[in-house]
């Protein structure tokens, strides 16, 4: 056994660890499965001869990736196992800095996370792959064991779904936007909610009892003068990059994160988590108690 070369390899692994979790994330939408599929790829080449690999980093996305093709697959054909359907949002302080930067430097947003989500695992990969991560195309072919040209036409399909959805407004729009709901909320003013959300709206809601899906403004800004007089606090946040919303109660308990899509000067879509066990399993900033 020879210990130094074991040490080599782990080295060698540790300095790709970061890439291969970044690959894994944007093929699964799950800090928690993408850890695993790396995990799992660690295990794979500890039972391997490394001498025999020529090229580590392109073996390792290899095999990340048919992880990561086989986890899609599984949840497809058996959907009651994938519990980390839901992508799992990236929440911070809204504010510039440092520290920002490498948050949003590393960070997908969910919106993009959700129109991965419809693209089959063999697309995905081959966009993630090559749009994301610049793997040449002839490398990413033997992981979805298709030619050259055939992986060259999934990501180009891929890419076309990807494109066609509405671009989002530059950061300090977006927030402006936010900023405008949240006032609008606030005040119980309908008129200025339903000026600043897109008459099709679309509304998710994410909550103890199941998912609950709306289209058009009308529901959301009549929910939100509602609750205009209730006892909470809320401001803007970044979710996985963008201007969002969390609420807490009194207590300091969180009961709602908001993530919103913003084009234009509208808000198109909102993605609601109110389920407290969501919400417990989720990295939030520290509410006023």
Request: proline letters at 5%; a negative charge; hydrophobic letters at 45%.
């Amino acid at each position: 056994m020879r210990d130094t070369g074991t040490d080599t390899v782990a080295e060698a692994f540790e300095e790709q660890r970061g890439r291969l979790v970044a690959v894994a994330y944007r093929m699964l939408g799950s800090h928690a499965d993408a850890e695993d599929a790396v995990q799992e790829a660690w295990l794979r080449l500890s039972r391997q001869d490394a001498d025999g690999i020529d090229n580590l980093a392109g073996w390792l996305t290899t095999v990340v990736g048919r992880i990561c093709i086989d986890t899609l697959r599984t949840r497809r054909t058996h959907p009651e196992s994938a519990a980390g359907e839901l992508p799992e949002p990236v929440v911070t302080e809204d504010v510039d800095g440092p520290e920002e930067g490498a948050v949003l430097a590393d960070s997908v947003g969910l919106a993009l996370l959700v129109v991965l989500d419809t693209l089959r695992p063999d697309e995905r990969l081959a966009f993630v792959l090559h749009d994301l991560f610049g793997v040449p195309f002839d490398e990413i072919a033997p992981v979805v064991d298709r030619s050259t040209d055939a992986t060259k036409m999934l990501a180009s399909r891929a890419r076309r779904k990807v494109q066609g959805t509405p671009q989002p407004a530059d950061r300090r729009r977006q927030r402006e936007v936010v900023d405008a709901f949240l006032a609008a909320s606030r005040a119980g003013d309908f008129d200025a909610l339903l000026r600043v959300l897109d008459p099709d709206l679309r509304w998710t809601r994410h909550t103890s009892h199941g998912t609950i899906v709306k289209v058009g403004a009308e529901a959301l800004a009549a929910q939100a003068r509602r609750g205009a007089d209730a006892r909470f606090t809320a401001r803007r946040v970044l979710v996985d990059g963008t201007p969002g919303l969390l609420a807490w109660g009194p207590t300091g308990r969180p009961l709602a994160l908001m993530t919103c899509t913003v084009v234009g000067d509208r808000i198109t879509e909102i993605v609601s988590f109110m389920d407290p066990k969501v919400l417990e399993s989720i990295d939030l900033p520290a509410g006023d108690a």
